[in-house]
Structure formats: structure tokens, C-alpha cells
């Protein structure tokens, strides 16, 4: 790997600002805190305790997509930022219900609070048709959507005086809505390839299609080009140039991906915050899945094996390792996040509306893209 120069100047943006947004994040989450209603508290307390300790990486991005466009380097666009970190927990939230997670920013997820909670007092429910397990998913929706209107909330609140109000939430509810539709196909794409009537070609071919369509909506709209273009947005850019970071941002969101997928498979539990592994018992639909199932047939029964169990053992996470680096999967992965990290680099050098100072944190961006282990 190439000795990155450019980091410390975005090390240095990246820590200056998540400290100023960590201590107004903790005055918003005390806020919760304070629920009159001591049942609704409960859970707005979990919703707090897991809306902080987060990498607060998206909130950083706003910032410096409005210093970008606007030139100034005030906390103006902390509240827009604050708000996007806490529509991120609240989509968490719902996808720990759909993975059946129970680890998220190395904390219990908010559906195994509460079914510690209900076992430990011997709650016992009211109805035959409910079920602990039942209660405890129904709280966690229900603090999801917290987290998605709170911060829809804060937004409106924050900036109705800006003429750019309107602007702002529609283009924050694009992005949510990207990342629903990024959501629903990775739910239902598994079940999908299991459809009789599609040919192995065919089968293929959806598959291929789909994980580039993820890629795109749920992890680059939501992570990278979302982030930018809504601080371009408020800082008065105009369209040219945020199609412009769009195209940087799609191509690192890729990257930025294939670098998850690789670390749910060969990182550490202490590093990634939440089950290693998890990839693996969720059937997950990832590039390294993807060219094992079009490229190296003579692996794929063996990855079956694994792929979509419960609960995948120590052992069996080493044989998917295994599997992957043999196949050349995992070479083939690394290989496309290269390339689109390249590309990156490339749209970058060609945004001419960027200043010198904010270039180089982008440069550092990327470079953090590259050798983050978490």
C-alpha cells in the first residue's frame, strides 16, 4: 500500500469538527432524556445512549460540503449535520431488526435492551399471539422512527428562516428514501435469486445487477453523496458543482463498501462494533459473495456450506476466509475498490470549485477510506 501524506489535514478537520458536533449531540441527547412520560423515557434513553459514540464521519461531510460551497468555516450547518447522524441511528435501529443484530457501535441493540428488560422483570404479555421477542421489536421500529422524524424535525426547526429551507428537507428526503429502496433490495434480493422460473444466467444477471444498485443507494447515496451535497446545498453551490461531488462521492461510496464487506469478514469484533461475521449468517449479497457464485463455481457448494447459517462457529468463519482468498475473491474485491478509489482521485483533481485547503481534506478522506479498519 502507498504511503498516504494527504491525512493529517483531513485528521485534523475530522477531529476539530466531531468534537464540536459530539458536545451538541450530548445536549441533544440529554434532551431525550428528559421525557415526561417514564415508559416513553426508557427508550428514548436507549435511543440516546445509541445515538452517541458513533464515527460522526457523515455529519463531518456536511460541514465540509457547506465550506466548500459557502467559504466559511462557521458551525452553521451543525444542526443539518447533527440531524443526518441521527436519522443514520434511527435507520440503524431498523436494520439491526431486519439482521437480527444484537451488537451495534459495541453496544446491545435497542431490541435486545428490551427483551433483557422484559426477562429480567418476568414481564409477561397480555396477549397469547405476543411474545417478548415480538415487544421488543415493536419498541425498536418504534425508536427508529424516532430517530427519523427527530431529525426531519430538527431541520425544519433549525432552518426555517433560510430560503434554502424547502431545498434542504426535499433533497434530505431523497436521500432517505435511496437509502429505504437500498434497504428493500438487499432485503428481498436473497429470496428473489431463489425463484424457479429464472435460469442460472438469469439468476446471475440479477445478481450482478443488484449489488451495483446497493452499492449505489444504500452505502454512496447515503454515506458519501448524500452527506456532501445536502452541505453544497445549504451553502448555496450551485447544480453543476454538486453533480460534479456526486460523481467523486459515488465512486469513494463504492469503495468505501467493498472496504465493509471485507472488514465483516477478516476484521476483529473489538474493531468493527458490531458481529463479526454477521455478512455471513444474513446471506448478505456481497462482491466477494458475488464473484464466488459467477466466477468460481468450483467454490460455490463449498461456501453454501456457511453462507446463511444462524450462527456461523469460529471455524466456519475461518473457512469462509479461506474460501475467499482462495477463489480470488477477495483479490478480485480489492482490486474494484482500487479502482474506484482512482477514480475518485481523478473527479477530485477536476473540481476546480474546491479550494486548496478543503482539496487536500478530501485527499485525507480518501487516504482514511483506504486504512480504516472499522
Known amino acids: 500500500m502507498r504511503k498516504e501524506t494527504e491525512l493529517p489535514a483531513f485528521r485534523a478537520c475530522y477531529e476539530e469538527t466531531r468534537k464540536r458536533l459530539e458536545q451538541k449531540m450530548k445536549v441533544w441527547n440529554r434532551g431525550l432524556q428528559r421525557e415526561k412520560n417514564p415508559l416513553i423515557r426508557t427508550v428514548t434513553g436507549d435511543l440516546a445512549d445509541l445515538n452517541s459514540g458513533g464515527k460522526l464521519l457523515r455529519g463531518v461531510l456536511i460541514t465540509l460540503g457547506y465550506r466548500i460551497a459557502s467559504g466559511k468555516t462557521d458551525d452553521y450547518a451543525d444542526d443539518l449535520a447533527l440531524a443526518f447522524e441521527m436519522f ?8 439491526d431488526i431486519i439482521d437480527n443484530a444484537e451488537i451495534r457501535r459495541g453496544k446491545f441493540t435497542i431490541t435486545r435492551r428490551s427483551e433483557d428488560r422484559s426477562r429480567l422483570r418476568q414481564i409477561r404479555m397480555s396477549a397469547e399471539s405476543e411474545s417478548v421477542e415480538s415487544l421488543a421489536k415493536s419498541t425498536a421500529i418504534c425508536a427508529g422512527d424516532l430517530g427519523l422524524y427527530l431529525a426531519n424535525a430538527r431541520i425544519a426547526e433549525s432552518y426555517a428562516a433560510d430560503p434554502l429551507c424547502a431545498q434542504v428537507i426535499a433533497c434530505f428526503d431523497r436521500i432517505v428514501l435511496d437509502t429505504i429502496r437500498g434497504e428493500l433490495l438487499d432485503v428481498i434480493l436473497p ?5 424457479v422460473s429464472l435460469t442460472e444466467e438469469e439468476r446471475l444477471r440479477l445478481l450482478e445487477q443488484s449489488v451495483k ?12 453523496i448524500g452527506p456532501l451535497r445536502l452541505g453544497l446545498l445549504l451553502g448555496g453551490a450551485d447544480e453543476a458543482s454538486m453533480r460534479a461531488m456526486d460523481r467523486f462521492g459515488d465512486e469513494l461510496g463504492i469503495a468505501y463498501q467493498i472496504m465493509d464487506d471485507i472488514l465483516g469478514i477478516y476484521s476483529e469484533a473489538d474493531y468493527l462494533g458490531k458481529d463479526v461475521g454477521s ?17 468460481a463455481p468450483e467454490y460455490y457448494e463449498e461456501l453454501s456450506r456457511y453462507y446463511g447459517k444462524r450462527q456461523v462457529s469460529v471455524d466456519e468463519l475461518e473457512e469462509v476466509r479461506r474460501i475467499f482468498r482462495e477463489s480470488g475473491a477477495l483479490d478480485y ?13 481523478r473527479k477530485l483533481s477536476r473540481m476546480r470549485f474546491v479550494g486548496r485547503e478543503e482539496r487536500e481534506i478530501l485527499k485525507g478522506f480518501i487516504s482514511y477510506c483506504r486504512t480504516r479498519n472499522r
Open 279 to 295: 455478512d455471513i449468517s444474513e446471506y448478505k449479497q456481497t462482491i466477494l459473495y458475488l464473484y464466488v457464485r459467477s466466477q
Open 88 to 95: 443514520q441511528t434511527g435507520v440503524l435501529i431498523h436494520d
Open 333 to 345: 474485491a480489492r482490486s474494484v475498490m482500487d479502482a474506484c478509489f482512482a477514480r475518485a482521485e
Open 213 to 224: 444498485e446497493i452499492y449505489h443507494l444504500k452505502t454512496s447515496c447515503y454515506s458519501v
Open 191 to 195: 429470496y428473489e435469486l431463489q425463484d
